[in-house]
């Protein structure tokens, strides 16, 4: 019997905020806004980790990092040899499980740290990694934009089977690369005044400090943005944000290309569609850039899901987590044997409270747990800024701004032993870890 087709959409490095259907107000996501209307939105959704390693590998096991083992990105140990964790075989992931259930899979992802290698290829057929900011999302020959043919000749190919593609792209990450059209499409001067002395080595000059950087940082493209732009400068910051809505409005525009064959084939009433991200982008709200602390720029995500079998136009304000996207596929699926996991389905989450909380953990950056009320933050062990540890009162200060850790310092002992229930709630079998490394 034809079961529901699932394609997972994980948008690395996509904050929800910066979306129109989560209140933007640049006209960054016409298409993902229309998904919203069609679908589910989850307007409160936390990701496990600020990494994409890590995050991604709680959205594909429903565990959280302890528990899945990769508790942090591909590290450089130096320019040509990386090292890496890989998932123990004994942890299903959604495309193992969908594959024992007689689906078709494949992913089509830009690698680095979704690399096949680190478990993320288990369970399927075909795990696609094009490397590029871009990977599968690109322009064709007639310049119209598409996603590269690939995906879509697969889902065309099979469109008759029980299908699971997952799509990963790194094309609203850092150096925002995109096309031309796209790096001028909110304010026209940002590229030049940005992304050509930081990526496009126009100038002698230029490519000469970015080798000396290159060399300084091991290509740690945090190092090299804070060196181009003056974090002071709101202007310079505008600017990094204008091309990052421009990578979004592109991405947008390759997802409306998918969806057109989606519907072009009659898919759309049998195809489950799930959108998200691993983690943000922070823009110097708490005096960073990229995406290297645990504040909610980089923790809130989006979650849309639109299914045959789910109410459309809902929006659902609790706190829900990236760990909960495996179980509640699986129940719109109908597959009730599932693995000891620390998710549970959403579906009910439009009637009833599930009370959840959210937490995410990084091995070198520290971990955070939050309920609607207040959020805990501590470093777990010495990160790039060595801070105190923060509790902040997400009702009176959303923004978290006002560190009021002295001032309720039982709070925060409370939240910690949330935490460490939360983390230990499922006494799920601790991983084998396993080193691998990666020779470039
Ligand atoms: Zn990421």
């Not at 096309?179 to 940005?194: I, M, S």
């Not at 990526?199 to 190092?223: C, I, M, P, V």
């Not at 179980?327 to 109908?334: D, Q, R, V």
């Not at 693995?339 to 091995?363: D, M, Q, W």
Request: charged letters at 25%.
């Amino acid at each position: 019997m034809k079961k529901l087709n699932v394609i997972l959409i994980g948008i690395d490095t996509l904050r929800a905020d910066h979306l129109g259907c989560y209140g933007y107000n640049r006209l960054t996501s016409p298409t993902i806004d229309e998904l919203a209307k069609k679908g589910v939105i989850f307007k409160n959704c936390f990701a496990q980790a600020p990494a994409t390693a890590p995050s991604f590998m709680s959205i594909m096991t429903s565990r959280y990092p302890t528990y899945h083992g990769i508790g942090e990105n591909i590290g450089g140990t130096g320019r040509v040899i990386c090292r890496m964790y890989a998932l123990d075989p004994a942890i299903p992931t959604l495309a193992s499980i969908l594959k024992k259930n007689g689906y078709q899979t494949a992913a089509f992802t830009t690698g680095g740290n979704v690399h096949p290698l680190m478990g993320f290829g288990r369970g399927f057929d075909y795990y696609s990694v094009k490397h590029g900011w871009t990977g599968n999302f690109r322009l064709d020959a007639g310049k119209r934009i598409l996603l590269s043919d690939d995906p879509r000749r697969w889902i065309r190919e099979n469109a008759r089977e029980n299908f699971f593609l997952f799509l990963h792209t790194y094309a609203v990450h850092n150096p925002w690369d995109p096309p031309k059209r796209y790096r001028k499409f909110f304010v026209p001067e940002a590229e030049e005044r940005l992304i050509v002395p930081l990526f496009r080595n126009k100038t002698k000059a230029d490519r000469a400090h970015r080798k000396q950087l290159s060399e300084q940082t091991r290509g740690d493209t945090y190092h090299t943005l804070h060196s181009f732009v003056n974090p002071e400068k709101p202007e310079d910051v505008d600017c990094l944000k204008a091309l990052y809505d421009g990578a979004i409005r592109y991405v947008d525009e390759c997802i409306a290309a998918l969806l057109e064959t989606v519907n072009a084939l009659g898919l759309s009433e049998n195809t489950i569609i799930v959108f998200t991200s691993d983690h943000g982008e922070e823009f110097m709200e708490h005096g960073m850039l990229s995406h290297l602390q645990l504040y909610n720029e980089l923790l809130r995500v989006p979650l849309i899901i639109r299914a045959p079998n789910l109410k459309k136009s809902v929006a659902v304000d609790q706190i829900v987590r990236s760990i909960d996207i495996l179980p509640t596929i699986l129940e719109l699926l109908h597959i009730r044997r599932i693995p000891p996991v620390h998710g549970v389905s959403l579906i009910p989450a439009s009637r009833k409270n599930l009370n959840l909380l959210a937490i995410a953990e990084t091995e070198t950056r520290g971990c955070a747990v939050q309920n609607k009320k207040y959020k805990y933050i501590y470093p777990r062990y010495k990160s790039y800024k060595i801070r105190t540890d923060e509790l902040y009162d997400l009702e009176k200060d959303p923004e978290e701004k006002n560190n009021i850790l002295f001032e309720k310092p039982r709070i925060a002992e409370k939240m910690f032993s949330l935490f460490e229930e939360e983390l230990h709630r499922e006494n799920l079998t601790p991983p084998r870890r396993k080193i691998m490394y990666l020779i470039k």
